[in-house]
């Protein structure tokens, strides 16, 4: 799960579908579905999301409206290494870093214009059992 700066939006992944939902913060808590769109991340701001899809082995954008509505980015489906799976937006909002679970790497990515991601490099050999992303 993924909560926006400001704490308005929280993204949920849906794992059986390679989806995710967005939930609108309600002033007492509670959240209100707003959306479904496995993995994600959003940048700083909340304005786009990114999501690994283990499935097709690619990562792909979303932009999201300021009423939380998600929209799918056609042509900012990036590919990636062999099962990606954890990803984040590093803390200067410039990269996205995703696990590759099968192929046993980390990729790099810088973004770019229009939520596509540049593919920048990758870690190899990375433990079998790495799980999870922190930010920097």
């Known amino acids: 799960m993924a909560l926006n700066e400001n704490h308005e939006w ?53 932009y999201i409206s300021s009423s939380g509505k998600l929209y799918f980015i056609p042509w900012a489906n990036t590919p990636t290494g062999k099962a990606p799976a954890d990803l984040i937006v590093s803390a200067d909002n410039y990269y996205v870093y995703n696990i590759n679970g099968t192929s046993h790497t ?13 593919n920048i490099g990758h870690v190899s050999s990375i433990p079998e059992f790495a799980a999870g992303m922190v930010a920097y």
């Open 10 to 62: 929280l993204f949920a992944v849906n794992a059986g579908s390679n989806s995710v939902s967005s939930f609108k913060v309600n002033s007492n808590g509670g959240l209100t579905l707003a959306h479904t769109a496995c993995w994600v991340t959003t940048t700083k701001f909340g304005r786009l999301a990114c999501v690994a899809n283990t499935g097709s082995n690619t990562i792909s954008s979303y």
């Open 106 to 118: 980390l990729g790099e990515f810088k973004r770019a214009v229009l939520g596509t991601l540049n």
